[in-house]
């Protein structure tokens, strides 16, 4: 939400601007030991953009009908498209920061923009090399995927005449991870109301999502600079700490995906999560002997933890 000096809030803007950008500049980054995702081609460079605008000078749009210094969202459409042709760069971040300060530019008399993108991901697919010797993967057919993606948000004002990035946050949305076994939930508060029994050993489902910030917003929006945290890292990390754990809680396990993050990525100040319960009802249990169980969906309602941690959680031994 975006806020006039009177403290009024004055924002209009465009949702669900499609842009599938074709050969973007492929992005490469260091590789961290739980992934093996070192970069993209961005054969395939697509988001679902979200825009607004605010402004002093726009007030009597809403007050009088005065559409003098109104920029269509129609054009503000066109100019995301437009120059999504024209960034030379390789990340969503990069992108963000390019359109809203190019259109602060082209449009002097707006003193803020709100954006938001979320990647929408097409996988790379094997096909049969051309040398006949195995697979590869093809450089011209993608699949569309449905799973978690990488998204960003940002706040560009106006400071002494030039656009900069007042707000950030970068995530990964709608990861969905289950863990067969070897996760447990005992020892919570027992009371009258409490019918839930112990578990020593469910199979842990979970919906994540994960956000997080840079110390400093250029690392974000420069991958050149050889800072840049990509999602999938992020991801990867996750199913890493969940694999590795064995959980007393979601909360636990959050800290300890936090923690392990941080770690990889001193350039990030924050990061920060929001966890969904799922974990499957268990039909027929497993037992010591035999570890085949049948669950099924859980009913709602669903149980939820938001928790932000910052590098200072780092020097506590949270072990
Ligand atoms: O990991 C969990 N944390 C909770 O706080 C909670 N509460 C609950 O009913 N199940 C779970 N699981």
Not at 43 to 72: K, M
Request: net charge negative; aromatic share 12%; glycine share 6%.
């Amino acid at each position: 939400m975006i806020k006039l000096r009177s403290g009024r809030t004055l924002y209009y803007g465009k949702g669900d601007v499609l842009t599938y950008r074709t050969y973007a500049n492929p992005l490469s980054v260091s590789a961290v030991p739980e992934s093996a995702y070192t970069g993209d081609s961005n054969v395939i460079f697509a988001h679902n953009v979200t825009f607004a605008v605010s402004g002093e000078q726009l007030l009597t749009s809403f007050t009088e009908g005065d559409n003098s210094l109104v920029v269509a969202t129609d054009s503000m459409k066109n100019f995301i498209l437009r120059n999504t042709a024209a960034y030379e760069g390789s990340t969503t971040e990069g992108l963000l920061a390019f359109i809203s300060r190019k259109f602060m530019d082209r449009y002097p008399h707006i003193d803020a923009v709100e954006l938001s993108a979320d990647r929408i991901p097409f996988q790379t697919l094997e096909v049969t090399s051309q040398a006949g010797s195995g697979l590869e993967p093809s450089s011209l057919v993608y699949r569309r995927s449905h799973n978690d993606h990488a998204s960003a948000s940002m706040k560009l004002v106006r400071k002494d005449g030039a656009p900069r990035i007042d707000s950030h946050e970068c995530a990964i949305t709608d990861l969905q991870l289950i863990k067969v076994c070897g996760s447990s939930f005992y020892g919570f508060v027992r009371d009258e109301y409490t019918t839930l029994p112990e578990s020593y050993d469910r199979p842990l489902f979970i919906f994540l999502d994960i956000f997080w910030k840079y110390d400093q917003a250029d690392d974000a929006v420069d991958a050149g600079l050889g800072r840049y945290v990509p999602a999938e890292q992020i991801r990867d990390i996750t199913h890493n700490v969940f694999h590795e754990m064995k959980s007393p809680s979601i909360q636990f396990l959050i800290y300890h995906v936090g923690r392990r993050i941080l770690t990889r990525f001193p350039q990030l100040a924050e990061v920060r999560f929001e966890s969904n319960n799922r974990t499957w009802e268990t039909i027929v249990d497993n037992t010591e002997n035999d570890p085949a169980g049948v669950y099924t969906e859980p009913r709602p309602p669903f149980g939820f933890q938001g928790f932000t941690m910052t590098q200072e959680d780092l020097t506590t031994d949270g072990e």
